[in-house]
T-cell receptor, first 115, second 116 residues
Framework: DTGVSQNPRHKITKRGQNVTFRCDPISEHNRLYWYRQTLGQGPEFLTYFQNEAQLEKSRLLSDRFSAERPKGSFSTLEIQRTEQGDSAMYLC?????????????FGNGTRLTVT | AQSVAQPEDQVNVAEGNPLTVKCTYS??????LFWYVQYPNRGLQFLLK??????LVKGSYGFEAEFNKSQTSFHLKKPSALVSDSALYFC??????????????FGSGTQLTVLP
């Protein structure tokens, strides 16, 4: 178990630029989640994959956000035309449970700063 | 809709004293409840969960939590706090009857500070 890996750890970008984050889940975990966390708040659900299928998207996920998991392994989260309000920690998590009672395993996150 | 409330933003306790971090929840059906801990600039680490069965669940690092259905609470406890327990603690719920059954909903977090 090598854990969930997220890259990069930090990203500073100018407003209007596009950014892409990568998440490598724990191998054999078929479920992958993206969350966003702002200072002083708990993580907020963005989207969820089961294998390569994106099964659920939050209303927080505007049309500037897109996530993919093309082969059911790693996932990418892209933000187009970034805004200062996008500054946050983006967390990826994985699990292999079908019954819903297994915990999520989180990566250390990608901290995005939009200037 | 499922929701979680952590009424205290900050909890301070002296080392060696018992600690409690409070959590209440709201769901349509039966809840799956979780506690996570977060250290600075890190992701969340799983501490413990309640799914069914015994209302008192034990987890990592000596933590435990008590599920109380009538009070819709799931408070985190530890008999003797350590300075190294100082961190941000999150309660989370999953409601299998809701339309968002696949996602965990997190509380806003409680910063625990254990004073030496």
């Amino acid at each position: 178990d090598t854990g969930v890996s997220q890259n990069p750890r930090h990203k500073i970008t100018k407003r209007g630029q596009n950014v892409t984050f990568r998440c490598d889940p724990i191998s054999e975990h078929n479920r992958l989640y993206w969350y966003r966390q702002t200072l002083g708040q708990g993580p907020e659900f963005l989207t969820y994959f089961q294998n390569e299928a994106q099964l659920e998207k939050s209303r927080l996920l505007s049309d500037r956000f897109s996530a993919e998991r093309p082969k059911g392994s790693f996932s990418t989260l892209e933000i187009q035309r970034t805004e200062q309000g996008d500054s946050a920690m983006y967390l990826c998590a994985s699990s292999k449970d079908r019954a819903g009672n297994s915990p999520l395993h989180f990566g250390n996150g990608t901290r995005l700063t939009v200037t | 809709a499922q929701s979680v409330a952590q009424p205290e933003d900050q909890v301070n306790v002296a080392e060696g004293n018992p600690l409690t971090v409070k959590c209440t929840y709201s769901v349509s059906g039966n809840p799956y409840l979780f506690w996570y801990v977060q250290y600075p600039n890190r992701g969340l680490q799983f501490l413990l969960k309640y799914i069914t069965g015994d209302n008192l669940v034990k987890g990592s690092y000596g933590f435990e939590a008590e599920f109380n259905k009538s009070q819709t609470s799931f408070h985190l406890k530890k008999p003797s706090a350590l300075v190294s327990d100082s961190a941000l603690y999150f309660c989370a719920v999953r409601d299998l009857l809701s339309g968002s059954a696949r996602q965990l909903t997190f509380g806003s977090g409680t910063q625990l500070t254990v004073l030496p």
